[in-house]
């Protein structure tokens, strides 16, 4: 069985009238539930986003089945508790742990009938560069066929549960898997939600 822990303060407003003077009283009131463990309730501010727009850097891919993190100068905004990581296109994680909804929306260019996977990844060894094998989520797989080639860019969506802690590093892969192949992510946005 879990302890829980109970925090109480008390909060009200009493305003009242006497002789034509007004009094106003105030004090607290909060209840906080917390497991052991835990930083309390859930953070549900906790959120970032990291973009590419009108990016024309393409993704060098060197081998048939390779995979690479997204290239592109990467924008932010709406980061709570995240911050651009200084070194590499991803988003560092500055709470203390929660579970999140990543959610990536992209549109991109590959070679004729190139077919393209791509991925959420999280790198949880702020040390360690970010690898797109080792730290690709295999839950948020997707493949597209880039088509004939023409000037039409093809469109996809991931969107998957993480958990993430203090420092873990979350980012955008692409993957080629028909040949060595480059791979233009033009437009990216990656959403991280609690």
Do not use: W
């Given at each position: 069985?879990?302890?829980v822990e109970i925090i109480k303060q008390q909060n009200a407003v009493v305003v009242t009238e006497e002789?034509?003077?007004?009094?106003?009283?105030?004090?607290?009131?909060?209840?906080?539930?917390?497991?052991?463990?835990?930083?309390?309730?859930?953070?549900?501010?906790?959120?970032?986003?990291?973009?590419?727009?009108?990016?024309?850097?393409?993704?060098?891919?060197?081998?048939?089945?390779?995979?690479?993190?997204?290239?592109?100068?990467?924008?932010?905004?709406?980061?709570?508790?995240?911050?651009?990581?200084?070194?590499?296109?991803?988003?560092?994680?500055?709470?203390?742990?929660?579970?999140?909804?990543?959610?990536?929306?992209?549109?991109?260019?590959?070679?004729?009938?190139?077919?393209?996977?791509?991925?959420?990844?999280?790198?949880?060894?702020?040390?360690?560069?970010?690898?797109?094998?080792?730290d690709r989520i295999s839950e948020s797989e997707i493949y597209v066929n880039a088509g004939t080639q023409?000037?039409?860019?093809?469109?996809?969506?991931?969107?998957?549960?993480?958990?993430?802690?203090?420092?873990?590093?979350?980012?955008?892969?692409?993957?080629?898997?028909?040949?060595?192949?480059?791979?233009?992510?033009?437009?990216?946005?990656?959403?991280?939600?609690?």
């Amino acid at each position: 069985m879990t302890a829980v822990e109970i925090i109480k303060q008390q909060n009200a407003v009493v305003v009242t009238e006497e002789d034509s003077s007004i009094g106003i009283t105030t004090s607290n009131v909060s209840v906080l539930l917390t497991a052991p463990g835990t930083q309390g309730p859930p953070r549900s501010e906790d959120s970032g986003v990291i973009y590419l727009k009108n990016n024309t850097i393409p993704t060098p891919i060197s081998i048939a089945n390779g995979r690479a993190v997204a290239s592109g100068t990467m924008l932010t905004s709406s980061l709570v508790n995240f911050e651009k990581d200084a070194s590499t296109n991803s988003l560092k994680y500055k709470g203390t742990n929660g579970r999140f909804h990543a959610i990536a929306t992209f549109s991109f260019y590959s070679g004729s009938q190139d077919t393209c996977g791509f991925y959420i990844g999280v790198n949880r060894d702020a040390s360690s560069p970010l690898d797109a094998d080792a730290d690709r989520i295999s839950e948020s797989e997707i493949y597209v066929n880039a088509g004939t080639q023409s000037n039409q860019p093809k469109n996809g969506a991931i969107q998957v549960l993480v958990q993430l802690t203090t420092n873990d590093r979350i980012f955008f892969i692409v993957q080629n898997k028909t040949k060595s192949d480059d791979i233009l992510v033009e437009f990216m946005k990656l959403v991280v939600r609690s």
